[in-house]
Every structure is written in C-alpha cells, then in structure tokens.
C-alpha cells in the first residue's frame, strides 16, 4: 500500500504513544468491566469475520456519514450536501480474541484498509455493488491478522453491539515496540502509572469527534435491522 501523509502521520501518533506509555493496554476480559469513557488498546488477533452483513456504505464526500437516496439523487442527511459520486467506505464487524476472551468489534474505513491491503471503492469495482456482503477471499485476508486495536469505551456507545474501534496497528516496528517494553496489562484498578485520567478523558473525546461520523451510520443500520430494542 502506498504510504499516504495521513498514513505517516498516524504512525508517528501511535508510535509515540506506545513508545511513551501514554497507550492504556487491557485485556479482553478486562476491557468489558470498564465502564467509565475512555479509550484502550488491545493486543489480539482476528478470528471470525462478519460475512453476512453489508461489509461497507455510501457516504457522503463531505461529512463522511451515510448517504440517503432520495428521488434517485444521493443526498446526505447530516449536512444536506447532494454527491454525484459514490464514496464507499467499509464497515466490518469481526471477532477478536486475546488469551483472556474474545470480543466483537467494529472496524472503519481506516481499519479495515490496513486488513485489506485495498480500498472499498477497489473491492465494489471488482465484485460490483449489488451484493454488499463480503467475498470469501476479502474474509480470508482478514482472519488470523493480528494487530494493537484502539478501543473507545463510552456510555453513550453501549458495546453491547461491538466495541468501535477508533485505531488499529498491525505494523511490525510498533508491535516489537510493545513487545519490547513489555507493557503489563493493567489488572489493578488502584496502579496510577495505568491510569492517566486526564489524558484518556482528551483522547476520547478527540476520537469521539472522529467517529462520531462513522457511528451514526452504525445506529442507523441497527434501528433499520432492529437489533436495537
Ligand atoms: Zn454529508
């Protein structure tokens, strides 16, 4: 994959926060007791994909939420705007398991595009857009990738449905960064050094603003499927 500024720049942020412990690391079976907002990363690997569901959506170019078709036009209902070209984005849930558990989890359009290795617009233009489930052979490059997921904990996003994930590394330099300083994972609730809460409280709401696009389209698609009561 050709190395985007984007791409760079998320690298030197991830790398940075891993490298200086400001990255809170949980397990699995510990990350689903944490109840108050704040974001964790996970050390897993993928073992189950979603196939049935509609592995990606049309957003809108401009907010990047879903768009609606209206009277054959493709109009954003967030910010009015009316797009001309499709924009296709990925959104996928899989399972991920750690030695303590296994979890779903939702990816995003980043995410997924490291799994990947290709675009959504790339994956719909091979396979055409009628039949949005995922092809076997896109499932296949997903499984068994093992990776440093981001995770944002918060009440307003019950995990309920799956934990967003706000960042994924499955860069190797940054893995042996944290295999190297072996970071412990936090069981203890009273280890301070674990616990930066002013820190983690500015990251949330950082990456909040940042998925906040990308989760509107998930609630949407659960109230049309009513897996939301
Ligand atoms: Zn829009």
């Not at 996928?92 to 997924?112: F, G, P, Q, T, Y």
Request: hydrophobic share 35%; aromatic share 8%; proline share 1%.
């Amino acid at each position: 994959m050709e190395l985007s500024p984007s791409f760079l720049q998320e690298f030197n942020e991830i790398y940075s926060e891993i490298s200086t412990r400001k990255a809170i690391f949980r397990n699995l079976r510990t990350l689903k007791e944490m109840t108050e907002d704040a974001v964790y990363w996970v050390e897993g690997s993928i073992i189950g994909v979603e196939t049935e569901k509609e592995f990606c959506y049309l957003a809108c170019r401009v907010c990047g939420k879903q768009v609606e078709e209206i009277d054959d036009k493709k109009r954003c209902l967030s910010c009015g705007e009316f797009t001309f070209r499709k924009l296709y984005r990925y959104n996928i849930e899989v399972i991920v398991a750690d030695e303590s558990d296994s979890a779903k989890m939702i990816l995003w359009n980043r995410s997924s595009e490291k799994l990947i290795g290709e675009v959504a617009e790339d994956i719909i233009g091979l396979y055409g857009d009628t039949a949005r489930t995922m092809p076997d052979e896109i499932a296949a490059k997903m499984l068994g990738k093992e990776g440093l997921f981001e995770v944002v904990v918060s009440s307003e996003h019950l995990h309920a449905n799956g934990f967003n994930v706000s960042r994924l590394t499955i860069d190797n330099e940054i893995k042996d960064v944290y295999l190297t300083r072996n970071y412990p994972v936090a069981y203890e609730e009273d280890d301070s050094s674990l616990h930066d809460d002013q820190d983690a409280e500015s990251t949330t709401k950082d990456v909040a603003a940042e998925i906040e696009a990308e989760t509107s389209h998930t609630a949407k698609r659960q109230k049309v499927e009513g897996t939301v009561s």
